[in-house]
């Protein structure tokens, strides 16, 4: 049986610490990329995923064994991109990619856009 991780992540580093180095790297960018979007934002710990607030949750990230995956937190925002995001494996509130395949900064820019309008209501 598989052991838990004693320790579960207070922060976004230490979260990100835990990981291979091409996930790291992957998700090191996409926090970088929603920090940019969203200045303001903060960042927290949520359902043990890293996590951005502004007006309620933001966004989150993370990584799973197969997959690194981006959760616009919003099921009208996933299916409002649904063509822009046609090239990952969606669900309702998930984007899965690969680490040697980030999602491009401009779509994560324009999906914590979104968000952030999504919020502001």
């Known amino acids: 049986m598989a052991q838990k991780p004693k320790t579960r992540a207070k922060t976004i580093d230490e979260y990100l610490a835990a990981l291979n180095d091409d996930k790291r790297a992957a998700l090191q960018k ?8 969203a200045p303001v934002a903060e960042e927290c ?3 043990q ?3 951005f607030r502004l007006n309620g949750m933001l966004v989150a990230f993370g990584a799973t ?4 995956a981006f959760y616009p ?8 991109h649904k063509e822009e995001l046609k ?3 969606t669900s309702k509130g998930t984007i899965r990619f690969q680490p040697e395949k980030p999602l491009p ?3 994560v820019r324009k999906l914590v856009k979104a968000r952030i309008a999504e919020n502001a209501v």
Do not use: E, N
């Not at 064994?65 to 690194?68: G, T």
């Open 87 to 89: 090239d990952y494996d």
């Open 45 to 47: 710990i949520s359902y």
């Open 65 to 68: 064994a197969s997959h690194c």
């Open 105 to 107: 900064a401009a779509l």
């Open 73 to 80: 937190m919003s099921t009208s925002t996933v299916a409002a």
């Open 49 to 51: 995923l890293p996590a």
């Open 30 to 37: 996409l926090r970088k990329t929603i920090h940019a979007a």
